[in-house]
């Protein structure tokens, strides 16, 4: 299936199953593909709930990609707003969030789907949103394991789609727009061997394990 106006990549195919839209490689098997998934997935200390610990409120994802992090969030009780600005992504959230209002329909009310470039709609957030208790940033990373942690289909499939653009997302320009929010912290996905970013100044605390560190700015 080709849904209007969405271009991929020739070697991807969006497709719709009885599981749910999938992105799959072409040279793949039906059924094979990958979903988002909102569902918040396995359950124990989420190192997001140590990250947002002491910081009550609604929380933005501002690149939310096959919707991991933001389904996480929602599991943990919060009210998300999940951003994401590549088109066949977005359009696997929705297809995730209509399923998640079928299978746990509070859970599917806590998040807010919105389709830009975070860039952008940061700094024009309405409440309760503007202020958040946190805004998660997990940009695409060019090193070796990349893709922050993602499992490898997944990672592949990103990597395929986002080629196009350099597949490697602007993460000062990113993290410079969630600072100039009044979101009271700021948590950056990255792989444990990246640099810290320039210009914020050292995260107040990490957490570590072993495919991820979570870099989180405690502000005012
Ligand atoms: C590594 S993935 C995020 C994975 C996600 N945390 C998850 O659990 O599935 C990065 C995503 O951020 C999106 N992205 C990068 N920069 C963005 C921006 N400025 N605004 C909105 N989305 C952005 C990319 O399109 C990609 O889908």
Redesign the pocket.
């Given at each position: 299936m080709t849904l209007p106006g969405i271009d991929i990549p020739d070697e991807l195919v969006l497709e719709s199953t009885d599981a749910g839209l999938e992105l799959r490689q072409r040279s793949d098997r039906p059924g094979n593909g990958v979903r988002?998934?909102l569902s918040g997935g396995r359950r124990g200390t989420h190192p997001l709930a140590r990250a947002l610990r002491g910081a009550q409120g609604v929380v933005v994802?501002?690149?939310?990609?096959?919707?991991?992090?933001?389904?996480?969030l929602a599991a943990l009780g919060r009210s998300v707003l999940a951003?994401?600005?590549?088109p066949v992504?977005f359009t696997l959230l929705e297809d995730a969030h209509r399923r998640l209002a079928l299978e746990v329909p509070t859970r599917a009310e806590a998040v807010t789907l919105r389709h830009?470039?975070?860039?952008?709609?940061l700094s024009g957030l309405e409440s309760p949103w503007n202020r958040a208790a946190a805004i998660?940033l997990?940009?695409?990373?060019p090193g070796r394991r990349s893709?922050?942690a993602?499992p490898p289909k997944?990672?592949q499939l990103?990597r395929a789609?986002?080629r196009p653009?350099g597949a490697m997302?602007?993460v000062e320009?990113?993290i410079a727009?969630a600072f100039r929010t009044e979101a009271r912290r700021v948590v950056l996905?990255r792989p444990p061997e990246a640099a810290p970013p320039e210009g914020v100044g050292k995260p107040t605390f990490s957490i570590e394990s072993k495919l991820v560190r979570w870099d989180v700015w405690e502000r005012g």
């Open positions: 988002a998934d994802d501002a690149t939310a990609g096959f919707g991991g992090d933001a389904g996480v951003i994401e600005r590549n992504l830009g470039d975070a860039r952008d709609l998660v997990d940009p695409m990373y893709a922050s993602l997944p990672m990103l789609l986002l653009d997302d602007d320009t990113l727009s996905k």
